[in-house]
């Protein structure tokens, strides 16, 4: 696969990104900030509601969309509207 090919990665938070005290490693952080850099839309996916992402992986700019609620709800991460 061609990396210049990938438009969005799709990144489970929960027991996958986030450690247990909830945190993001800096480093995380950074290759995550990098993808988004490239173009390439980040979309964060938690079983928790988008507040739950609040202080994470929102920190990266942009994210225009979280899939939220056990995949129940694709959200605006910036106003909370539901987009789907």
Do not use: F, W, Y
Request: hydrophobic share 40%; charged share 20%.
């Amino acid at each position: 696969m061609n990396p210049h090919n990938i438009r969005l990665v799709a990144l489970d938070m929960d027991g996958t990104l986030l450690h247990e005290d909830k945190h993001i490693s800096r480093r995380t952080l950074q290759t995550v900030q990098k993808l988004a850099d490239a173009g390439i839309r980040v979309v964060p996916a938690t079983g928790r509601g988008l507040d739950g992402l609040r202080g994470t992986i929102l920190q990266v700019s942009p994210i225009c969309h979280a899939i939220c609620s056990n995949g129940a709800a694709i959200q605006d991460p910036a106003s909370g509207a539901v987009l789907e």
